[in-house]
């Protein structure tokens, strides 16, 4: 995953022992040896085998690059740097004599190692490689992810592992989301009060940004920075509040929402202090795109500053939006200076806002439509929200590429570079970000690599499933972080019927938690909800299991076991649990969803009763059951009681039984 | 855990929030700060909570060291370095005030940080800390590991994260197990052919050694470098034929045992060679004790080599025993003349051994007890082998106070300095090494701190549950890497009957496997021993199950329940594990013992219908049920089946039953 282009399966494996080697010496990037390096390495623990550093005289794996020059724009003294729309295609032959890949670019190089390492299983005489011939290139150049590290801190570690994971399922830009309300997150030299006081100091050294971006690109990831002004700019004029558009002090922002503080755009001093800070910053990240941000501008600041108010008929601004759009332009004539390309929100798009600007949609392909028919390019971002903790299913089924954009002639379809999931952190901390983030996003990597045509969703979780378990071993903690949160909550003991009842719900997104209670940047993120997967994968094999019972005559009685035993489970969980939440606010919240998991349990297995009596239950109890489990839809907690679904098949089921 | 010397506790708790600090800026030893941040960031990440980075002007915990000079033996220019025998001793009052931590030296306040961090446990208004009054020290100045790399090569990361959890348990010396016949690991740049051509490229460089002795020393942990001579030697030898005592080719060692080649100890120029070598190590390691090994030499080679006993008989030397006396001599000269104390095995206690070698005792407290009268001081490892997988309990009752060394006077008992796990590395891999160590060597770690008072099995298993999971906060993977390497069995896929399986399970260690099939350095680590537990702990959950049902009739029903889920999924494992052995042999050795544990789990649920209905079974069927659970005793695929354990238990509690 994500699926390629081009794939035949033929009979037979290739082993994969201890004497597993991976040559990639003949390659003039120097990112593919150590690629092949970190992936002979992972396969190594995957596979529990001890294999030899030292090159060996035959390689299993040979990886080829055609290119034979550094490519375009990277000096020889550089280290390579991923770029938009380069050549990512590879080719993967696995037969009897070996494993060959095959790529034009480095890049191409890298993706292909990474489809290897997914390929191994295994078999009948130990881990093996099916032979298989692949061809394979993205439908999209521009496959990314942007992490908000502005309302959560996320250490360098963090972000480390999750541009390994992203390098897993190809994708190629990381967009980071580095100032906001309530953080500036990177150190400036020139304006250090910007992070002293912007920060709590929490922030990225240069030398760190510098590292992450070294670290990106040796995975053929690109780091796009964004600095977003003029709105969502409180934690900029807490150590610089000439900044702003009224008197200060400020504090940093410790809640959620859109803030009055916004950047002066009518004083100069303004565009002299951008001018020197994106002169820094864009020497500091050398992507050629550098995003402004521009997003949800509150303009209360604006129209209750005289000189500002002044100033806008002075030059004839007729509103704020006028106001941002000549904002945008003086900042896009500094970011064209340092000779890079402006990327900002949809709000951005404006009448003579320059052809060359990227736009970002969250508005949807409507939007991106319009965008690409006027000329620009754009990213679709809507749709690809992974904070409001949607199915993988919703995410996989929005294609940039639908509604209007559809209908767009092959030039501005082809201004359609592809999509971005984002995540906004007022939910996620450093131990929870990886399991909100993955696996849904490897979905969203499969919508924008693969053809159009792969789109089954069924095929998509099963894949799903197995990538999750990948990425594992890639060094994403979105799985070994569940039961460590589990037995916190249970204060450092076995946690069985915590586990429980947290594989039985699902999370809720920020549509549910902004309203639940009061939140901070101070509130802990430790509870339950914070825990619980975004979509269960225990629950989604029930389901199946029901499914099964009339599909599979076969492995009727095995499935009835299996619901019998996670049934059980559920209708004891209250009792389990109820000795965890003395004196312990963590389990007692947990009281009232177990009290209703312990009654899903029952129900479920009553109707189990009735399936394997072969005895449908009668219509009033049927109804009675059904209201019973409508009332849990409300959150509790934050969390969802997924369980209702398989019982509520089950109830079905047992309806339809012949007598 | 370990338990300390004295502890108070009273009631209230102190809350741990998002304004939580530790203030440590008085202390002299910078490694204070240091450890307060890391234990501030684990705090953080075990309760889900943003702190901020910056020293607040309140701090929740003050760090107070009452040494203000730099430790003696430490220059100004150096880091510091922990000792043998070092004041390790700490005070920590925890109220309403706050935390205070009062130590003499900074290793003192180190532990007190450690012991802090596992106050940390949530309570009815989130996490906090109850107030307590402890004073601590160490019973024994040396509590060490020592870890074999050469068998299996451990990485870096590895060791670092296994350094963490030794900080965690107040464990201080790290032995480095750097040579044997299966590999020579570390850089030397005076012979660098010994790494070259004797280390399949896995060898630790210059840099990686300075870089590992400082993070330990960060901790409080010193590393005590091995270098095995003048048997287990094969690894010196592939690359330097010329040391050997017959004449070569030799190749890396890849199986297990004794093997013949050996450094010659008639030729000066192996004593040449010797001293420039030890020279070059004794500059590398700081510490003022050196390993020399010694242990285990087959004098075949000696044997057959006219030379040697032609030199032999020369120096008056009259059998292999007092060649290898004389050999250790010489290089106990030039390791002291690098200003260095010689440590060795047992084998070394030899008469005109210089008084300050430290011995290594694997014989016992009897040959501890020996050397300590003779004047030599001395470390136990008997009783604390960890590759024998035995129960925590064993090696929590191995107290090297205990036999002759009980009845030693004061100043030859002051001479037993503590003891040692040692990890030898046959069936170890760096994905299964953390899940070896850990948690057992926390009980060792008790042991050798801990007053001789605290011996009570119970309680330190209960508390060993506590500090298993405190050991994921603090970076160890021998939880997180369990799951994992289950689905990596099942081809990546959901494992939930796999870990049924493995929860019921129990590896076995060296004894078992050395046998058990061709075992090589080459062959994958990857199979269900592999990933099972050294000790169950859900099958200790369930004893403790069966035992409550008599002892605690409130709980009787829950119990009940309990027990039925898990000799229910138990029973239906066979055919859960089935559809998986398709076509992969990892998962198609599961069946045998699959089989045994559905059986196992029927006999469970009979039984449990007895003492349900209180309807005791009749004697030959009590008969019969335990004839087929004896016949489980044999491992299968190296492994034992713990879950036969309750299920006798439940036996036992059925034929009890009131009529």
Known sequence: MPWPAS????????????????????????????????????????????????????????VECVQRTRPTGNRQQDPILPSLGEDESYMLDVDAGGAHLRASTGTGAL?????????????????????????????????????????????????????????????????????????????????????????????????????????????????????????????????????????????????????QPTLDPAREETYRFLDAFIGEMTALFPDPCFHIGGDEVDDTQWKQNVAI?????????????????????????????????????????NPGLPRETIIQSWRGQDSLAEAARKGYRGVLSYGYYLDYLKPASYHYANDPMEGKTRELDDAAAARILGGE???????????????????????????????????STDSMYDRLEAVNRELDWVGLKHRSNYEPMLEAIAGGRPAAAVRVLADAVEATGIEIRRDARKYTSLV??????????????????LENCVSELESNPGARSARIAELNIALTSWRDNRAAIGPLANQNSLASELL????????????????LKYIEARNPPSRDWLAAQRRVIEAMDKPTAEVRLAATRPVLMLLQASSQVAN
């Open 7 to 62: 794939l035949v399966e033929r009979p037979g494996a290739l082993a994969i022992d201890s004497h597993f080697s991976i040559s990639a010496g003949g390659c003039i990037d120097t990112r593919v040896p150590a690629a092949a390096e970190r992936i002979r390495d992972r396969i190594s623990r995957k596979t529990g085998t001890q294999m030899a550093a030292l090159a060996s005289g035959h390689p299993t794996l040979v």
């Open 111 to 259: 993706r292909g190692l990474e489809t290897f390492s997914q390929l191994v299983v295994p078999g009948a005489h130990g881990f093996q490689v099916p032979f298989v011939h692949i061809e394979d290139k993205p439908r999209f150049p521009w496959r990314g992810i942007m992490i908000d590290v502005s309302r959560h801190w996320m250490p360098v570690a963090v972000v480390e592992r999750n541009l390994d994971a992203m390098a897993a399922v190809k994708m190629n830009v990381f967009h980071w989301h580095l100032t906001d309300d309530q953080g500036f997150r990177v150190e400036s030299r020139k304006f250090p009060q910007l992070q002293e006081q912007g920060s709590d100091g929490h922030f990225y050294t240069q030398q760190q940004i510098r590292q992450v971006v070294a670290y990106a690109a040796a995975r053929g990831i690109r780091v796009l920075p964004e600095f977003d002004m003029p709105g969502h700019a409180t934690s900029w004029v807490v150590g610089m509040p000439e900044l702003a558009s009224a008197p200060g002090p400020y504090r940093i922002e410790r809640t959620w929402g859109i803030f």
């Open 524 to 541: 802990p993120l430790n509870r339950l909800v914070d825990a619980a997967r975004v979509e269960s994968e225990p629950v989604r094999h």
């Open 592 to 607: 009232p969803i177990s009290e209703e998991l312990s009654t899903l349990g029952a129900i479920g297995l009553q109707a």
């Open 421 to 455: 999931a984002c995540m906004w952190d007022e939910y996620v901390s450093p131990e929870t970000l990886d399991s909100r983030l993955w696996p849904r996003s490897a979905a969203i990597a499969e919508r924008l690599w693969s053809p159009s045509s792969v789109k």
């Open 309 to 349: 108010q002044r100033f806008a008929s002075e030059h004839n601004l007729k509103d704020s939006h006028a106001l941002q759009a000549y904002f945008n332009e003086r900042v896009g004539v500094i970011v064209a200076k340092y000779g890079k390309t402006v990327m900002g929100w949809d709000e951005v798009l």
